[in-house]
């Protein structure tokens, strides 16, 4: 069983910055990515950052410049740092983690969620 745990959302004024956290734990093979997602009300869940085991980063188009993912590996969390806020990144944001194992006979991928977080721009 695997377990995603987000905080640091909250309500944030224009422009303002915010910093989320997700730690997973549980019985966790090998990492392949791990990433943030949100969710607008009545919207689809769309990517906003994803860091994979390379390092290697991917944003979402609207979040360049203003966003920033990074790993601990050691403590198996990602961190979203978000700065210049603005009213359209008022969203639940979850935390995802895609993770594999492979054994002689076969190869296994798994996906992981945590149950969100909330940001809300003041405005």
């Known amino acids: 069983q695997v377990r995603l745990v987000e905080s640091g959302g909250g309500v944030v004024q224009p422009g303002g910055s915010l910093r989320l956290s997700c730690v997973a734990s549980?019985?966790?093979?090998?990492?392949?990515?791990m990433g943030w997602y949100r969710q607008a009300p009545g919207k689809q869940r769309e990517k906003v950052a994803v860091?994979?085991?390379?390092?290697?980063?991917e944003y979402r188009d609207s979040g360049k410049g203003r966003v920033a993912i990074s790993r601990d590996h050691a403590k198996n969390a990602v961190y979203l740092q978000m700065n210049s806020l603005q009213p359209e990144d008022t969203a639940v944001y979850y935390c995802?983690?895609?993770?594999?194992?492979?054994?002689?006979?076969?190869?296994?991928?798994?996906?992981?969620w945590g149950q969100g977080t909330q940001v809300t721009d003041s405005s």
């Open positions: 860091i994979d085991s390379r390092g290697y980063r």
């Open positions: 995802n983690l895609e993770a594999s194992h492979t054994t002689e006979l076969d190869s296994y991928e798994y996906d992981y």
């Open positions: 549980g019985s966790i093979f090998t990492i392949d990515s």
